[in-house]
C-alpha cells in the first residue's frame, strides 16, 4: 500500500508544474469576465431572434414531414 501512495504522489509532482500561480489566473478571469459582460447585451438580444428563426425551421420541416 505505501508503494501506491508513493507512486501516486510522486507522478503528481509533475503536474504542479502545469498550474498557472494565482496572480495570473487573476488576470485571466478578469479578461473573462470583461468579455462575458461585453457579450451579454448582445446575447439577451439575439436569443429570441434565434430562437425565433429555429422555431420557424422546425416547424417548416415538421409540415414538410407530415405532408
Not at 501512495?5 to 503536474?15: E, G, I, T
Not at 487573476?26 to 459582460?37: C, Q
Amino acid at each position: 500500500m505505501l508503494q501506491v501512495f508513493f507512486a501516486v504522489a510522486f507522478s503528481a509532482v509533475p503536474l504542479t508544474l502545469y498550474i498557472p500561480p494565482v496572480r495570473s489566473l487573476n488576470l485571466f478571469v478578469d479578461t473573462v469576465e470583461e468579455a462575458v459582460r461585453q457579450t451579454g447585451s448582445y446575447a439577451v438580444r439575439a436569443y429570441p431572434r434565434i430562437h425565433r428563426a429555429f422555431q420557424r425551421l422546425f416547424t417548416l420541416l415538421l409540415r414538410r414531414l407530415r405532408a
